[in-house]
T-cell receptor, first 115, second 112 residues
Framework: AQSVAQPEDQVNVAEGNPLTVKCTYS??????LFWYVQYPNRGLQFLLK??????LVKGSYGFEAEFNKSQTSFHLKKPSALVSDSALYFC?????????????FGTGTRLLVSP | ETGVTQTPRHLVMGMTNKKSLKCEQH?????MYWYKQSAKKPLELMFV???????ENNSVPSRFSPECPNSSHLFLHLHTLQPEDSALYLC???????????FGPGTRLLVL
């Protein structure tokens, strides 16, 4: 079955510094990968996705993610963090091992951006 | 977040109560989903509907009963829940089954 791993429970970064939230995947076939963000007391918001094409995917709020096939990674990045970026970030992969292509989510990484 | 709305936002219920969660999407999507989000666990997909037909049932206990009367509305009927069912219940919709999902704000459920 397809899966994703988010190795860090929490990432701390100072405002203005670059941030990286890590995600690795395990899939059979071509991976369809997603990043979502969850702000306190809110639902998940779609940030970006990789289906095919350029390895660098640009998304909402200045975020981007780099698909690396050799390292089976899909890390989320932003050149300059904002305090308002503090939230819970989820990586997800589309599971094609069954007839229905459902999303499988990681356990989430909490990003804390300090002023 | 006005694309997918959920009511109520918070719910406290006893184990013998019956309640329902409501989800409405204003995006013209054809697929709708229920997820359960518990602390320190990945999101768990519970139910999927496509064009009002149930597509997926992930071995969810029968005390959770979904209903999809039309492509814009999705309900989750709750009956004789357990304290371990306390969680954030998220609704999502997508244009089709294989397309990007958009989530509502969730209903925070506490079972006493």
């Amino acid at each position: 079955a397809q899966s994703v791993a988010q190795p860090e429970d929490q990432v701390n970064v100072a405002e203005g510094n670059p941030l990286t939230v890590k995600c690795t995947y395990s899939v059979s076939g071509n991976p369809y990968l997603f990043w979502y963000v969850q702000y306190p007391n809110r639902g998940l918001q779609f940030l970006l996705k990789y289906i095919t094409g350029d390895n660098l995917v640009k998304g909402s709020y200045g975020f981007e993610a780099e698909f690396n096939k050799s390292q089976t990674s899909f890390h989320l990045k932003k050149p300059s963090a904002l305090v308002s970026d503090s939230a819970l970030y989820f990586c997800a992969v589309r599971d094609i091992s069954t007839g229905f292509q459902k999303l499988v989510f990681g356990t989430g990484t909490r990003l804390l951006v300090s002023p | 977040e006005t694309g997918v709305t959920q009511t109520p936002r918070h719910l406290v219920m006893g184990m013998t109560n019956k309640k329902s969660l409501k989800c409405e999407q204003h995006l013209g999507h054809n697929a709708m989903y229920w997820y359960k989000q518990s602390a320190k666990k990945p999101l768990e997909l519970m139910f999927v509907y496509s064009l009002e037909e149930r597509v997926e049932n992930n071995s969810v206990p029968s005390r959770f009963s979904p209903e999809c009367p039309n492509s814009s509305h999705l309900f989750l009927h709750l009956h004789t829940l357990q304290p371990e069912d306390s969680a954030l219940y998220l609704c999502a919709s997508s244009p089709g089954l294989e397309e990007t999902q958009y989530f509502g704000p969730g209903t925070r459920l506490l079972v006493l």
